[in-house]
């Protein structure tokens, strides 16, 4: 046996040891991502705009997460914080209901950042409300050759990339 086969083996019998390990739990899937945020459209009507922050983080994991609004020019805040935070003492979900006067068509987003710290650790969170509506996805091109499968024809295949 040459040496490249037998490192190859060696490297193997390693990922085949290392691959006996239990699978995870939910939770300790859960805790792959610390928190979570989301925005909740309460009401958008003419230039008011009522959007609730939704920050969810895992109950066994509980640093204390500062957030903070990034605001477009056309977007003022009239009610709620533009920074505030979430702490170990608050529930596994906060819910925080902000108003907005909206002016014109915004070409940037509504940021809400969230940042955490802990000993051994950190994360950094950003979630967008867009004003922009969401582009349809481009088309797939089917240029590539026809593929055939016995007497079924199932027209032109996509090329990839590259090759």
Request: charged share 25%.
């Amino acid at each position: 046996m040459n040496r490249y086969a037998a490192l190859t083996l060696i490297a193997l019998a390693g990922c085949l040891k290392a691959s006996t390990a239990p699978a995870p739990t939910a939770d300790l899937a859960a805790a792959r991502v610390p928190a979570d945020a989301q925005w909740q459209i309460r009401e958008a009507q003419g230039d008011r705009l009522v959007l609730v922050a939704q920050v969810r983080h895992l109950p066994q994991l509980r640093p204390a997460i500062h957030l903070a609004l990034r605001l477009p020019e056309q977007v003022r805040l009239l009610q709620g914080p533009r920074e505030w935070t979430v702490t170990s003492e608050d529930p596994v979900l906060v819910e925080r209901e902000l108003v907005f006067e909206v002016h014109g068509s915004p070409s940037d987003d509504i940021v809400l950042v969230a940042d955490s710290r802990a000993e051994g650790f950190g994360w950094h969170l950003e979630r967008r409300y867009s004003f922009q509506p969401t582009p349809p996805p481009a088309p797939i091109e089917r240029s590539g050759a026809s593929l055939q499968v016995g007497k079924r024809d199932f027209g032109p295949s996509v090329e990839l990339e590259g090759e």
